[in-house]
């Protein structure tokens, strides 16, 4: 199903926080579990510029609908990790830049590489590398939601499930956009499947993982995705990669899952 891009653009916009009661925070905290996953996901969320600028090092800045989209997505994960910055705040952590400069400030040269490593991969690939980003941006949109749907569940704090609902509304929007450009892009074009196949069978990793540290990556996928409604939650990711064109079977998101559940252990 087509992305309509002129309703996204009546819809995109500044995080709605309208009733949301962050002083509720300070009368009933969220626990420590919680908490180091919403620094987790803020983090993620407010390096999404960044993930913009591997994007358009490659052949996706030709493309209008792409760069279109991006120009709101950037804006929009962006209040993402505002709202989690005020909850963060309130009690009495870091949020926004007091957390994000150092960061940014201590991430290896393996995130400078990235944008080189994208434009090389761009050039040797082609027209079919833009699957292979479409699909990897549905991959992780798929999994941020799920984690923001886990995490309320979890916490089972109603001012956090609120926000986290606003916050996956828009997510998934953003699902929307990547999942049809995915499935457009690999529909009829077998190279772009074994392309887009190997890269994530071999490559992929959960969002956020190369910037964050492992311990984590570790600590956010066994409290979220660990037990039986945790395996239920990457199962379902997996059987929707599975109705990708060309994808079905590679069952990655359980994989990841089950990789860091051991090693928490």
């Not at 760069?67 to 950037?74: A, G, L």
Request: charged share 25%; proline share 4%.
């Amino acid at each position: 199903m087509a992305f309509d891009l002129d309703l996204y653009k009546q819809r995109t916009g500044r995080l709605n926080l309208d009733g949301i009661e962050f002083e509720a925070f300070e009368e009933v905290p969220l626990d420590p579990a919680t908490l180091r996953c919403l620094q987790y996901m803020h983090d993620v969320e407010h390096h999404t510029v960044c993930y913009l600028r591997d994007l358009l090092v490659t052949s996706a800045h030709r493309d209008h609908e792409i760069t279109s989209f991006m120009s709101f997505w950037v804006h929009e994960e962006y209040w993402h990790g505002e709202a989690i910055a005020e909850v963060l705040r309130r009690h009495g952590l870091a949020g926004g830049a007091d957390r994000i400069v150092p960061m940014r400030h201590s991430l290896t040269i393996k995130d400078r590489l990235m944008p080189f490593t994208h434009m090389a991969g761009s050039a040797i690939a082609g027209p079919s590398f833009l699957a292979v980003l479409m699909t990897w941006g549905a991959v992780n949109e798929w999994t941020t939601q799920a984690g923001y749907g886990r995490l309320a569940q979890l916490a089972d704090h109603p001012v956090l499930s609120e926000l986290l609902k606003r916050i996956m509304r828009q997510e998934g929007l953003h699902i929307d956009f990547y999942s049809s450009q995915a499935a457009a892009r690999l529909e009829r074009d077998r190279r772009a499947q074994r392309l887009t196949r190997f890269a994530l069978d071999r490559l992929w990793q959960p969002v956020g993982a190369n910037v964050m540290p492992p311990a984590e990556v570790e600590h956010l996928i066994a409290h979220l995705f660990s037990g039986e409604e945790g395996r239920a939650a990457t199962e379902r990711i997996d059987r929707r990669i599975d109705r990708l064109p060309g994808l079905e079977g590679l069952g990655i998101v359980s994989r990841a899952a089950g990789t860091a559940g051991r090693t928490s252990r």
